[in-house]
């Protein structure tokens, strides 16, 4: 007996009748669908997806391969695993049905803040296909501003969608950038991204009421403004869909059932999976529910061999949470632990930033990425990867997956033999990049510096740019001292004697000139470092405070 | 001291001089032209890449950024490891240059097989950016057909790069296939993508004579036939350029400069990299040189640590010779072992192919991957990989080649975490259902038939088609069965009846369907088997053997 028929419920369903013909398998979904593509919905509502293409499967088609009794609208309202009973709420009634197994895949529900209004008609979640056709239709029916509480992954996929349909899109998110668990400095670049496709971005800030109109609805802000609005989607986040499973003394943990390595609950005969569960993070060890499709449908799998066949199954492997998002032209993508994750770990790590082109930039048509990975200070593991940029950022982001799986360090980034021709990619591949800046960091060939360091620099560093003059005129920071690099070894003096015995923190455009010119500085026997990710990353950092550090035009100062 | 300034050479340099401002380094090449862009000259043949952008650097850019001593026109024809000097001759007549640590770098020539007429003005490598323009020169004078010696990655490439510039194209490959080291079933889908761009292919067959005409030259063909050509690429494959080397005493094994884990050649002070070096791959253990841009540019790097830090520089890995290229809409890529590495080094593997698409099937572009990937039957590890496809291909082969890096099994395929969203993949990516179904094969859920099995399977077991009967009218083997598999379980005594005790030999579209259904016969007691990658991979693999084995608009025999 499977509860929820989405994601990994389905998944284990189709694997339990792979492994057994004689089993009885029964499917219980409380919605009208089975089996549809939820990761789906934004792209009906942006007119890329048709209705029908959503619904992947439907009970006949799935009785007709899979032998599976699929019962849509079938709403689990209560559990006695004691007797092995579920209550069972359908149109006609309450009924209880008896199980011999039971396989938990409930899913999670939106979650809803106290916010005043958000009961209005016009306030939609996007979980259901319902919920995508309601969004369609207001679309088709003319809505022209819409409101996106929340810019995660779901809500960035509704805005974009609404956007691409001529709608007047505000993105509301309390965190400080869109898609909060991206590095601040990668966020500012999809902000970006969404500004360019015409959607307000209005981050560190609340809802606080959704008042009704009759025309429209108006979405009041903790700033004081307000913001019209004809359609409001409601994506701030999920929680795990569990009141049922609590109630029936199913051990939850922050809502989320708790499973051992072998997706069991705490109850004899249940196994869970999929978003209500508990993982554990791979990198750092935290117990959290996650939401993702692919660990979800990849439990499904695992549990119903622990079902059917316990003696040879293998254990549920730990959460990398590696996620994707496409934001109009660009990707935005990500693996493992992020800075936040790492610091409330307590783990010492160090952090790379690199701008390589996707492929060899003399090839037409080269993009750039930008990339940021983490590596443990202690052994030089690579603890997480984030990427964002226009073409081959999920390669990149999947083979950094693959490599944390892998245990793999900076130095096996390095030997990584990846595919390159031309159209695809470098003889360093910016995966190898990554980790020949991460090994040269962890072995003390180079010395990085940051963009949470500007202020502390520009107040006691002699901060060196050394690109050309050109790209200083066009941005640079203050009471910065241009040196090209490529004049470095011929105007060192001159470098000392305005360093003064202070540091030297140089810059370039993306690190790889700084990283040239730091050398030549350390072997002269000055305190330097170098800017990680140039001042592509300075920017885009400056850029996520909300800071204007950079001036242009400035004459270069020789203090 | 530096001999060979593209790939691997000037990678050392670039490093050394990071790790050191003191060293004198000096960088010797016959060419013309240091830090080329080799890779891209097919695409300048093709107009895609125009010549100043394959200069990647000059002497004089080298000079200003690294303080490097590069001296093109230095063609080294001498070396004496006893008293540490290179003989060097240049325009101005022969000088000696004494070193302290000499890296060779010299890579391969191309092979010029013993066939008569290879000297005609016409008949061109594509090794140098002379070689490069001088095709570009034959493009624009009015060239109207080319003939390209050798399938392989290069001619390949330049074969695509003469028919988009409208020339009358003929490949001749000795081999069966275009780019022998893909296994024949994907070799025949490159066929196909060749002939699409309006390439003729001729494979199994070589070239004995060029005549040379005063118009043009025609090219003889052991089969008789001959061919007209304003050009000829002569791209047969390379051999390591170590003349040289090999008469100073430096240890070399079939022309191939030996090395050990540090780059160190047989004399002291002496080391080597790239294409001219023998290379251990990382699967077979085989020993041989592998001509790839990378894993030159990698050791470089490595190399130049060996050398000006070697207490903590650390050894050149094992070669996996990943690769890919571009032909017309196809990406073609592999890693790791073929069929024919694994065979020859005796490794019990299986083999098994899939056609996902390269992201959910119901967002829009979806592209079939044709995907192979070898396992070890002992342990599940995986050896070898290719792939051949429109999208995603690049991926999949990077993903592969990490978790052949890593010693990854089957079912570690199974648990990468990998991105997903529509546009990008799959909640079971690729490489998941690939893992899927090597460990389903591994442990006996699944049991594969081969398309090298089929004449067997005609003769003495009951071929089933799953398929649809407009599937099966379209193209089946003679005398199979039709059972829609969403018919099997109610006609499961008509299939036991006809296969009257023999074996039955399931087939579907791509797998997916066979592999249901033959979970189903299994159970119920039948001898099944379901064939590997369906009537797609069957296709090609007849294809690729000249087979005309399948029949349309037969009716369905019940033998």
Redesign the interface.
Known sequence: MIVGGV?GGM?AAARA??????AEIVVLDRGEHVSF?G??LP?HVGG??PED??L?QTPASLQ????LDVRPRHDVVGLDPATRTLTVRTASGEERIAYDALLLSPGARAVRPPVPGLDSPRVRTLRTVADATALRSAVDAGARRAVVLGAG?IGL?AAEALASQGLDVTVVETAGHPLPPLEPELGALVADELRRLGVTVRTGVAATAVAHGADHDVVALADGTRVDADVVVLAVGVRPDTDVVAAAGIRVERGAIVVDERGRTSAEGIWAVGDATVATD?VTGERRPVA???????AG??VADQILRPA?A?PL?T????????VGDL?A?T?GANRAALTRAGVDHRTVHLHPAHH?G???GAEQIHLVVHVAAADGRVLGAQAVGRAGV??R???L???I??G?TA??L????????????????PV?LAG?VAANVL?G?LRLWYPEDVDDALATALVLDVRSGAEFAAGHLPGSLLVP??EL?DRLDEVVAAAAGRPVRVLCGSGV?S??AH??LE??GLDSASLSGGMLTLRAALDARGSDLIVTAEPALAR
Chains 1, 2 share one sequence.
């Not at 007709?64 to 032998?67: D, E, G, H, N, V």
């Open positions: 994601g998944s009748r792979r492994l057994s013909e004689d593509a990761c789906g792209y890329e997806v293409d959503l992947v007709a391969s899979l032998a992954f996929e791979a993702l499709a692919g660990p979800a449908a990849r799998r695992l040879t293998r492997p959460a990398l949470a590696t996620a994707v998002v496409r990707t993508a693996t060899v003399w090839f037409p999920d390669k982001i999947d083979v997956a693959t490599a799986r892998a793999f130095d096996d390095v030997d990584l033999d990846l595919a390159y021709a031309p159209p695809f990619g470098a003889a360093k591949d190898n020949m072995d060939t690099h490529t070894r000139r990283h040239i050398r030549v072997q002269a």
